[in-house]
């Protein structure tokens, strides 16, 4: 079990939210042709955001959980959430200015917060279980 609290330390944590807030950035970016093909029916591009944005804020929480002792005041979470949905608002306006193939959706900005609230409230109940 310690091998496992040492592995998830503050900084294996931080790399990894750095790790995938960069990925998923050069991936919202990117022109759809180039994006790996994945047979979704419609409608799902949602839920991958849902996804997306849940994962981020999930391991922003988990940081900042480690970073202060196990625990996790009310404006960390509010800050992060804030993050996210700012983060997932600039990504939208990005695909519009930066690509030619991709544009704004407000529903996508929708799902990403949807996935943020739900990362939000996943963390609060299972955080218990990182603590020592």
Same mark, same amino acid.
């Given at each position: 079990? $310690?091998?496992?609290? +040492? =592995?998830?330390?503050?900084?294996?944590?931080?790399? &990894? *939210?750095?790790?995938?807030?960069?990925? !998923?950035?050069?991936?919202?970016?990117?022109?759809?042709?180039?994006?790996?093909?994945?047979?979704?029916?419609?409608?799902?591009?949602?839920?991958?955001?849902?996804?997306?944005?849940?994962?981020?804020?999930?391991?922003?929480?988990?940081?900042?959980?480690? $970073?202060?002792?196990? +625990? =996790?005041?009310?404006?960390?979470?509010?800050?992060? &959430? *804030?993050?996210?949905?700012?983060?997932? !608002?600039?990504?939208?306006?990005?695909?519009?200015?930066?690509?030619?193939?991709?544009?704004?959706?407000?529903?996508?900005?929708?799902?990403?917060?949807?996935?943020?609230?739900?990362?939000?409230?996943?963390?609060?109940?299972?955080?218990?279980?990182?603590?020592?």
């Amino acid at each position: 079990m $310690q091998g496992i609290r +040492r =592995l998830l330390g503050n900084k294996t944590i931080l790399a &990894l *939210a750095v790790v995938y807030t960069c990925a !998923i950035t050069v991936l919202f970016l990117m022109p759809p042709p180039e994006l790996p093909k994945v047979d979704l029916p419609g409608g799902t591009d949602k839920i991958v955001h849902l996804l997306i944005h849940f994962l981020l804020v999930f391991f922003w929480q988990f940081y900042s959980f480690r $970073q202060n002792n196990y +625990r =996790l005041q009310r404006k960390q979470v509010v800050f992060i &959430l *804030a993050g996210s949905l700012l983060y997932g !608002i600039i990504i939208e306006l990005l695909q519009g200015y930066l690509t030619v193939s991709r544009r704004p959706d407000l529903f996508d900005v929708l799902a990403n917060f949807g996935g943020a609230l739900t990362g939000v409230f996943t963390f609060q109940k299972i955080k218990h279980l990182f603590a020592p």
